[in-house]
């Protein structure tokens, strides 16, 4: 009896050891900063993967850094085919990212499971971009590359055997107990037997970032033209109509890049044909050329499920999914077979007639539509993975198509994922509330991703308004009129305000376009939150005692989530109100901040209160920030086209220096060392500030005419 109980505990040990992997972590240093774990089994298919992510060279420039973590506190197992995953916390640390969060900026105590789909006002990880990657205050950052639904625990489960216990507290008799003790761990479990790990040294927390981005090939450069304005038309419009939209907005002054078709461009649509209606449409390319040639272009909305009445139809079927969407087969973008069908179909009909881009949308999800978690793909990928990667598999491709045209993209897009920072595309949602898109705006500066807070309809004048001078700071300036058919002077009451920031946008292309070539080339994000800003928080060794919140209203305010200012490039802090309001508010990092529009000083490192006017949505300006501006042109400047500048300057900082950016704006030539950084320096010289500009580079692109200095704050 005694053998046989041997060896059936023999048995268990080892079937244990076939089901429990457990380990330390082995980390190479892959670039400066950057370091990769394996753990078990990873699956195959990842979000690097899908993507075709490949690391910016600059990644390989970058200073050296210390692993940021203590390796032994880090710990990984692989057991029943899944992969649980810890790491440590301290009492100091307040966590950001997890994805495109709609209402929170701290995500410390939080959980969630990271999973595809449309955002449905509860930030539970399920969204647009649910992106398993978080960066702590401390300044370093943790990236899971894994294509599965990932449950994540943000600090917010406490183990037994935890080396840093919360204190034991007993309700009845103590006033600060807390539903919620201190958790020392972030945990997550995969559902794979495996996982590749990436953890990030900083020393900043926005520095993170940069080589988060930088390691999926830095952020993506649009084209001038996609900074500019943009209008989507009713989704029912013809060819005469669209033409009149554009003339109505040339008749009136009103600045206009590109025109967004919606839906009814499509001989049918959900599912979709891809191929033009000709009762609308009965001459697409004379169309298009016709729109371009008064400076416009066209962007098409689409979904990528295929309708039985599609030419594409019989070629696609063998590579798509088991279910349907909307009675359209789903093609496997996974499989290149499938790409090269659909996206060969867009470039003929659409790109070789001068498309400028796309508007994906129905990549997300709503379990109600989307293909189920039984559906099964072709190429053997799961339908969960799949859901996590469609959005980046149809902005691979689309953006690989123009790449081959030597013609850069923008566009929108409803999902995307870790690997898609590179992708030319701005996500969007039906979700309307003015004030998540603002905190989703800030969150994307975290995500490596970009969101658009753009305007549809408005009950008032000044709602509009509001909405309006938003998206005029943001990645896109797009009024989505497919259902509404409103436009910039829909409430006559606030035309002139909306046509004063809507040229605006205009003007300040040259720092726009700067701003973006950072983000491609360095990783910095074009908008962020404050956290990521320098002198914005408390001291540490303040964090770490007790505060008297009178007394101390900057600390207060500083320590909780701040969800509604946010920087926009290198030197500008944006504080949008929001309807009804007619003060609020602005937390000022430590320097001196001036009023973007005066040149006045407003503060240094404090809490101000202020009552702007309706027409102007308030900025605030760092000390030495140098602003670029060109004329308010309708359009934006043609491949080669010189512009003139105006270079603003804010504050009485005796000398600053500012780098901008210059290429032909509309080609993919930049990849070949056709771009230029020019310097912008002011320097005090006998008490008097002078501003200059760098000669540009021989042989380099310059599309840069005469360059004037105006000194915002000596007036």
Known sequence: MKCKLSAISLILFYLSLTSIFAQTVQWQEIHPGVWKGIVGK????????????????????????????????????????KTYLRFPLRKTEQLYGFGLNFQTIHQRGRIMQLHTDHYGKTDNGRTHAPVPFYVSSLGYGVFVNSA?????????????????????????????????????????????????????????PVNVIERFNLLS??????????????????????????????????????????????????SKSYPCTFEWDKTRFPDPAKFVKEIDNVGIKINLWTNPYVSPDAEIYADMKPFTGSHTVWNGIVPDLSMPEAGKILFDQFEKQHVKIGISGYKIDEVDGYDSYVWPDVATFPSGHTAEQMRQTYGLL???????????????????????????????????????????????????????VLW????????????????????CFSPMAMINAWASSTQPWTFPEVAGYV???ALLRMQMMPYWYSTFAKYHYEGTPPFRGMSLEDGFGIDSKKEKTATNLEENPYEEAVLKEVKDQYMAGEYLLVAPLFTGQTSRKV???????????????VGDGEVITISPELSKIPVFVKDGGIIPMMPPLLHAPKAGEKVDLVVRYYGKKQSSSSRLYDDDGETFDYENNQFSWRELKVVS???????????????????????????????
Not at 164 to 178: A, G, L
Not at 430 to 443: G, K, P, V
């Open 587 to 601: 937390i000022l990092p430590k320097g001196k901040w001036y009023d973007f529009y005066s040149g006045k000083f």
């Open 42 to 81: 990873p699956d195959t298919y990842d979000l690097l993967k899908a993507a075709d992510a490949e690391p910016s060279p600059t990644l390989q420039t970058l200073p050296k850094a210390a692993f940021p973590l203590h390796n032994t506190d880090i710990s990984a197992e692989v057991k029943n085919g």
């Open 452 to 471: 658009t807070p753009e305007v549809r309809a408005s009950k008032t004048g000044e709602e509009w308004l509001r909405r309006f001078q938003t998206v």
């Open 148 to 204: 599965k639904y990932i449950d994540v625990y943000a600090g917010s489960a406490v183990r037994k055997d935890s080396k840093n216990p919360p204190e034991v507290q007993d309700r009845n008799t103590d006033k600060h107990w807390s539903a919620h003790p201190y958790s020392d761990a972030v945990e997550m479990l995969i559902p794979a037997e495996g996982v590749e790990l990436y953890v990030f040294a900083g020393p900043k």
């Open 394 to 448: 149809v902005q691979k491709y689309s953006y690989n198509m123009f790449r081959k045209n030597n013609r850069r993209t923008y566009g929108l897009v409803r999902a995307s994922n870790a690997g898609g920072s590179s992708f030319p595309y701005v996500i969007y949602n039906d979700n309307y509330s003015h004030e998540d898109f603002i905190t989703a705006l800030i969150n994307s500066g975290y995500a490596g």
């Open 685 to 715: 010289k006998n008490g008097v500030l002078r501003g200059s500009i760098s000669h540009p580079e021989k042989g380099k692109p310059s599309t840069i005419g005469k360059v004037t200095w105006h000194f915002m704050s000596n007036y």
């Open 499 to 501: 046509k004063e920031v």
């Open 217 to 266: 090939g830095g952020g993506c450069l649009p084209p001038r033209w996609g900074l500019g304005f943009t209008q989507r038309v009713n989704r029912l419009y013809s060819d005469e109509q669209v033409k009149a939209e554009a003339k109505a907005f040339a008749d009136r002054g009103f600045p206009l890049d590109f025109i967004g078709l919606e839906p009814g461009w499509q």
